[in-house]
């Protein structure tokens, strides 16, 4: 499998990066029309969130949306295998300063992020520009091809962390001044419900934890896509919490909530980048099912 993934990649990476990623936007139109079960997720996901917008700004979302996936999808050989100076010429950076300053202060930084446009590229990024970098992710099953995915998101020297090995590294990581990237928008089953959008859905709260217990400071990243080419922002903002009174602390679901909705305007500004095709909300769903069924 891992084989047959690796000369697929190559040889998508010897043609044009324009050319595969509109490839790539035309089969995720297609998958919107032939993927009945993730197209009822996108489309519910969409209810949830703007109930007030008419049916075919929505459909116009999800086929976008499925679109924008499709072109991330394509574009992965490119960021896998091009160079560091072809891969930062196609990013434009914006926040960049105060980041950096957080990072010189060498008591570390939680970076959080969502999947946002062509976050494989966003994710890369970091160890591109330089910056000490532990990523937690979730391993694939298939072994060769875990492998393979890890050395690409780690050549340039970012450390990927499984989920699996626990969170014991994390204080000598932020001690020696890395920045631990966390994706914040994805659905955890074991997490905590903290609003998302405006709605509920168990969220992660390791940001929170460890930004409140080492006086961490807190940044928030995107990746925009620059109309529908390979080019993007990268843009760094920090996350002020809100300020308590003397013998208060913050608890941390007021700061994962913060941290969450610093990432709203993003996806109300151009919605069809972020990943609707996930369960989010799944929290809620669940909710709402047993209340359902309750009636019956």
């Known amino acids: 499998m891992a084989l047959l993934v690796k000369s697929l990649f190559f040889l998508l990476q010897l043609l044009p990066v324009r050319l595969v990623g509109a490839f790539g936007a035309g089969l995720g139109r297609l998958f919107y029309l032939i993927d009945g079960r993730h197209r009822t997720i996108v489309l519910r996901n969409l209810d949830r969130i703007y109930p007030e917008r008419e049916s075919a700004w929505k459909i ?3 086929h976008e949306s499925f679109a924008e996936l ?3 999808m394509l574009e992965t050989p490119h960021v896998f295998m091009r160079s560091r100076e ?5 990013i434009e950076m914006e926040g960049e300063e105060a980041f950096r300053d957080a990072v010189a202060q060498g008591k570390g930084v939680i970076l959080t992020a969502m999947h946002h446009s062509n976050w494989e590229l966003g ?3 970091f160890s591109m520009m330089g910056y000490e970098t532990d990523i937690i992710y979730r391993p694939l099953r298939q072994e060769s091809l875990d492998k393979f995915l890890l050395d690409s998101r780690t050549r340039f020297g970012a450390h990927l962390r499984s989920r699996n090995e626990g969170l014991r590294w994390l204080p000598k990581a932020l001690k020696n001044g890395h920045a631990i990237a966390v994706m914040v928008d994805q659905h955890l089953s074991n997490g905590t419900p903290v609003p998302f ?4 859905g168990n ?13 961490t400071p807190l940044f928030g990243v995107r990746l925009d896509r620059i109309g529908r080419s390979f080019r993007f922002k990268l843009q760094f903002w920090p996350i002020e919490l809100p300020a308590l009174s003397e013998g208060h602390q913050h608890s941390d679901i007021e700061i994962m909530r913060t941290i969450c909705d610093s990432f709203a305007p993003a996806i109300h500004q151009r919605p069809e980048l972020w990943l609707w095709v996930h369960r989010r909300w799944l929290y809620l769903d669940e909710l709402e099912q047993k209340q359902q069924e309750s009636l019956k």
């Not at 072809?86 to 196609?90: C, G, M």
């Not at 969220?203 to 006086?215: D, E, M």
């Open 60 to 62: 116009r979302i999800a």
């Open 70 to 72: 499709g072109r991330t």
């Open 86 to 90: 072809y891969l930062l010429s196609r």
């Open 197 to 200: 959008l405006g709605h509920l």
């Open 203 to 215: 969220t992660t709260t390791l940001p929170a934890t460890f930004a409140a217990k080492y006086a």
């Open 123 to 125: 994710a890369l990024s």
